[in-house]
């Protein structure tokens, strides 16, 4: 049986600021096997900075973030990735239309860290990241896609919850 899946869902726009316990405590579960999926506003909104998590998703803690409005609702996605199994090689998410984004309000390689695109808008200005962790894996969704979201979105979450580990992760 597979481990539960710990779901962080906009606590920096929820404006909550995570403590140095609770960090440590995302930290161990991770490390003991536990699979994370985050959303939205993960890092950084107006004054709350929970950048300490970056790490978690195999992100840059020193790097800026920002939002962006009116994001482009179509990713093109990883060919051949089960997080997008059963859908027709396109996700389109009707979702919250915004997004964390790099200071620059494009998502690129470099950006990503030793995170892999598993799906980016037709403009990158939002992202579905996949990070394989030391024994657990992370997906971080820059928009929100379980905010309103449609059965497009309620599949790719479930999928982020129940799958294995993605085919190439280094972590394996």
Known sequence: MRAPTAAI??????????????????????????????????????TVDNRVLAPLFGLDPDAQYDAADNIAPNFEIRAGARLFEGMDGSYATSGYMSSQTPANHTWTKKRAGLARFMGRNDEATAAILEYCGPGYRAHWFTSMPEYHGGVADQRVLYNAIVMGRTPGCKAD
């Open 9 to 46: 869902s906009d606590p920096a726009g929820g404006v909550h600021l995570y403590n140095a316990d609770e960090v440590a405590a995302l930290t161990r579960y991770a490390q003991e096997g536990h699979d994370l999926i985050g959303t939205f506003l993960l890092f950084t909104h107006n």
